[in-house]
């Protein structure tokens, strides 16, 4: 009988993540935790003959969050841009989860046009050892660069 070994799960510190914003490459070594989630939009759809609800696909929308360290002003930048020039800067952010003890070797998936939502301007907290900011985002578009590969077992 085959089972998933458990070097084969991917550890939550074995990767990488990267921005390229206005053509600049930022290292996004300050991540502590990135989640990017796609929703389907579903209509409901009734029919005669039938009782129930059906439900038919009828678009997507991609939604993330971040937690990062309080040690980088790139994003408070990006929003001084908004607020004062109305300029709003959509960019893209590339994951890569790849831990080399593991068999499945590395994913990496690349959300184009991120735009954030909200953006801490200044912190302070006499409680906190290490300053932290939560950001919401959008994306548009997702592309798989690299997938992983069946465990071996």
């Known amino acids: 009988m085959d089972f998933l070994r458990a070097r084969d799960i991917i550890s ?4 990488k993540a990267y921005a390229v914003i206005n053509g600049k490459q930022e290292e996004m070594f300050y991540v502590k935790n ?13 029919v005669l003959g039938r009782r129930g609800v059906q439900h038919k696909a009828s678009g997507w ?17 990006l929003m001084m841009k ?32 991120v735009n954030l939502n909200s953006v ?8 906190s050892d290490a300053l932290e900011e939560e950001m919401e985002f959008t994306f548009e578009d997702i592309l798989i660069e690299q997938a992983f590969q069946a465990p071996s077992l």
């Open 12 to 15: 939550g510190q074995e990767g």
């Open 34 to 46: 990135l989640e990017a989630t796609v929703e389907k939009n579903k209509a409901e759809v009734r």
């Open 61 to 77: 929308s991609g939604t993330g969050s971040m937690t990062i360290y309080y040690v980088t002003s790139v994003f408070r930048e």
């Open 82 to 113: 908004y607020i004062k020039d109305g300029i709003d800067t959509y960019f893209q952010i590339t994951v890569s989860n790849h831990d080399p003890s593991s068999s499945i070797g590395e994913q990496r998936v690349t959300l184009k046009n």
């Open 120 to 127: 801490i301007m200044a912190s302070l907290d006499t409680e």
